[in-house]
């Protein structure tokens, strides 16, 4: 396909396509059309950067799971850390701030954490005495701490710990939960500590769990039934596209009752989608963007705090291979379920392709029992070789691999100008697509992309080129393309916005 170059050479070959098709007993429908796509991003997964009002009213919001922490004594001048990253005592001995140094809470509500360590572990207070340390993996059972900001100065912390007395650093050796914490918040005292917030995450367990079992619900349902709308699918059908990705989560599949923090009632909103597109007659990609654990360590997979835990052991598989088959058994009868993505953007940091080959395996079975016709679709791997799942897709049918193509998130993009945006799409992309998409192998398919660089204060007619080149790339991916997203307070991110005011011309 990728020698294709103009409309008329593309339409004869997908006539031939579609007979080729027909005479193998497939409905015509269901094949003749190359994908283009909008995903429905931030919708049923929450990201907190595509809409940040979503989380406007959580109490006490610096503090959402995953939050890291550092800690500064202001007696010793040095940064508390977990010695060894975990599984030891915790010292105040640190002159500079990196991963053991680190603490990253899971939030119980919002006064109350664990605290999480570089190693996983959680603190606790030794079982005799009073030493501070990272030595439980149970959360549960590591203990309730609580962070008290001085009030005019919320830079300024006590860590008060589960026997209610506080940290303090006795020595650069030795951290103790033993103080009274009732002292003048002065550079004396070893109860009190300067806290730099570091990194923190926005995504769908970050919302429920910071809003509560109270809150969460109705916040939820309202962003649900706001964000995305019925008038957005027949936009989307009148732009000139053809399909949606819709990412989702594991806990849906869970509907009514997810475990916490998630909420209830997701499964109808996606229920809605699916008949909004079988109305509006758009193809559905349905996409696992959240795997239980999460498979990436990034927000969109709902992350708790950073950590890749899905695969780690046989459970978060076999949880996910169930998820798929749920999902693929209840829309496998609408007539716009197109593709099932296994999972979204699992990370080489943390999965391996062993792993990920296992799971995929298992979880295209389950998609075919159900949805016999369906194109399967097989995320890369983060970091992974573009090829490394052509051995696995060999032994499939109708199956794709996504990519996801973005001229952001590395380096390589800080400086370059405008043309050297263009042509890195023109040239570079365009090989790498050119080498994945070969014609015995899976197809193609470029599931996110956007019309956003580094570059600052570019023109609409910029933006326009960048657009535009990345759609003559885009359109040689032999299974189709999906832009990210339909919606997003930025508004180069936001397809409806770009369409609309004309940054994009289908
Ligand atoms: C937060 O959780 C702790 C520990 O379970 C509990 O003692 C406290 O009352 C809770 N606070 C709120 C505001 O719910
Ligand atoms: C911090 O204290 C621990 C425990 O005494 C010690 O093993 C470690 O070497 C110290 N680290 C630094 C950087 O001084
Ligand atoms: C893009 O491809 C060109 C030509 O192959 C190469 O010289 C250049 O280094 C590539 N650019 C990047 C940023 O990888």
Aim: charged content about 20%.
């Amino acid at each position: 396909m990728k020698s294709i170059h103009s409309k008329s050479q593309l339409l004869g070959f997908l006539s031939v396509f579609a007979m080729f098709i027909f005479s193998n007993g497939r409905t015509i429908n269901s094949n003749n059309e190359l994908i283009r796509a909008v995903n429905l991003g931030g919708w049923l997964v929450a990201e907190g950067w595509m809409k940040p009002s979503l989380f406007d009213s959580i109490p006490n919001k610096d503090f959402l799971d995953g939050v890291a922490l550092q800690f500064k004594s202001v007696t010793t001048g040095k940064f508390l850390a977990a010695e060894l990253g975990g599984g030891s005592i915790i010292v105040a001995n640190r002159s500079s701030a990196s991963g053991w140094e680190t603490f990253r809470l899971w939030r119980i509500n919002e006064t109350s954490f664990h605290v999480r360590v570089f190693s996983k572990q959680f603190l606790q207070i030794e079982s005799m005495g009073a030493k501070v340390v990272a030595t439980s993996t149970d959360s549960e059972t590591s203990g309730i701490f609580q962070i008290i900001r001085k009030s005019d100065d919320p830079s300024r912390v006590r860590i008060k710990a589960p026997n209610g007395l506080f940290l303090q650093a006795k020595t650069e050796d030795l951290v103790t939960a033993d103080s009274n914490g009732n002292g003048q918040w002065g550079n004396n005292d070893p109860s009190v500590f300067e806290m730099t917030i570091g990194q923190g995450f926005q995504g769908e367990f970050q919302v429920t769990n910071g809003y509560g079992p109270l809150k969460a619900p109705k916040i939820m349902k309202d962003h649900w039934n706001t964000f995305i709308v019925e008038k957005d699918f027949s936009f989307i059908a009148e732009s000139g596209l053809n399909a949606v990705r819709i990412p989702v989560g594991w806990w849906t599949a869970k509907d009514p009752t997810p475990p916490k923090p998630y909420v209830g009632g997701s499964l109808e909103v996606l229920d809605r989608a699916f008949v909004w597109a079988k109305k509006y007659n758009l193809k559905v990609i349905l996409d696992l963007h959240a795997a239980p654990g999460s498979q990436n360590g990034f927000e969109h997979s709902s992350t708790r705090d950073g950590s890749v835990e899905w695969g780690q052991n046989d459970e978060s598989i076999k949880e996910s291979v169930r998820v798929i088959e749920f999902y693929t058994a209840r829309y496998a009868t609408n007539p716009s379920l197109y593709a099932v993505e296994l999972i979204n953007e699992p990370n080489a940091f943390g999965v391996s392709l062993s792993v990920l080959t296992k799971f995929y395996s298992d979880a295209y079975t389950v998609v075919r029992r159900h949805a016999p016709n369906a194109f399967v679709i097989l995320s890369n791997r983060l970091s992974g070789e573009p090829k490394e799942l052509f051995p696995l897709a060999s032994g499939m049918k109708d199956v794709v691999i996504d990519v996801h193509y973005y001229n952001l998130f590395s380096d390589i993009f800080n400086d370059m100008t405008i043309d050297q945006n263009i042509d890195f799409i023109k040239t570079n992309r365009s090989n790498e697509l050119q080498d994945i998409t070969i014609s015995n192998g899976p197809l193609t398919f470029v599931g996110e992309w956007v019309a956003e660089w580094q570059v600052r204060g570019a023109t609409k007619e910029e933006y326009q080129r960048f657009s535009e080149a990345q759609l003559q790339v885009w359109g040689k991916a032999s299974f189709g393309w999906a832009y990210w997203s339909l919606k997003n307070i930025n508004n180069r991110w936001s397809m409806d916005w770009m369409i609309k005011n004309g940054y994009i011309n289908l």
